[in-house]
T-cell receptor, first 112, second 114 residues
């Protein structure tokens, strides 16, 4: 069966510091991968998605970036965090475009 | 742009009773998919049920079923025989066919009273 991992689970970072969140999927190959952000009291917002290694699509302009260095690894990064980057970040995977998306356990990021 | 509206910020139900969560969406597309996700206190999003727009039959998964009214653009979730473990935030989501993007509503917090 497929599993999806995210780390770290929680992170507290000062404004202006860099960020790296990692997501890995096991038990499948060539998945579509997604990064979502959930602000407090709100639904999820798609940030990036990837349909293959090195292929990244951005949905929201911001100071975040994503990379997919390996088939089942998806990384969310920032060079300088802003207060507004605080939130709950969820990684998800799917078998393909018209398939269900399955979510990881998430990372709670607090920027101070 | 497609939007998803959940008009009930909070709902409560007695254990073993039935509750219905509402969702409406706005789209001009004919090919799309609708989902309900559950987010318990652990905050991991769990897929509850999926409905393809081209299917007239309402989807069912054990105690969970939907009432899909395509013309009204309504997609409600019915939870039967509610259990304490059903307490969570429930999110309705829409995806256009061929798109990677899930559009979420703001959620409904469901409380189950013993």
């Amino acid at each position: 069966s497929q599993t999806i991992h995210q780390w770290p689970a929680t992170l507290v970072q000062p404004v202006g510091s860099p960020l790296s969140l990692e997501c890995t999927v096991e038990g499948t190959s060539n998945p579509n991968l997604y990064w979502y952000r959930q602000a407090a009291g709100r639904g999820l917002q798609l940030l990036f998605y990837s349909v293959g290694i090195g292929q990244i699509s951005s949905e929201v302009p911001q100071n975040l970036s994503a990379s997919r260095p390996q088939d089942r690894q998806f990384i969310l990064s920032s060079k300088k965090l802003l207060l507004s980057d605080s939130g709950f970040y969820l990684c998800a995977w799917s078998q393909g475009t018209n398939y269900e998306q399955y979510f990881g356990p998430g990372t709670r990021l607090t920027v101070t | 742009a497609q939007t998803v509206t959940q008009s009930q910020p909070e709902m409560s139900v007695q254990e073993a009773e039935t509750v219905t969560l509402s969702c409406t969406y706005d789209t001009s597309e004919s090919d799309y998919y609708l989902f309900w996700y559950k987010q318990p206190p652990s905050r991991q999003m769990i897929l509850v049920i999926r409905q393809e727009a081209y299917k007239q039959q309402n989807a069912t998964e054990n105690r969970f079923s939907v009432n899909f009214q395509k013309a009204a653009k309504s997609f409600s979730l019915k939870i039967s025989d509610s259990q304490l473990g059903d307490a969570a935030m429930y999110f309705c989501a829409y995806r256009k066919g061929g798109s990677e993007k899930l559009v979420f509503g703001k959620g409904t917090k469901l409380t189950v009273n013993p």
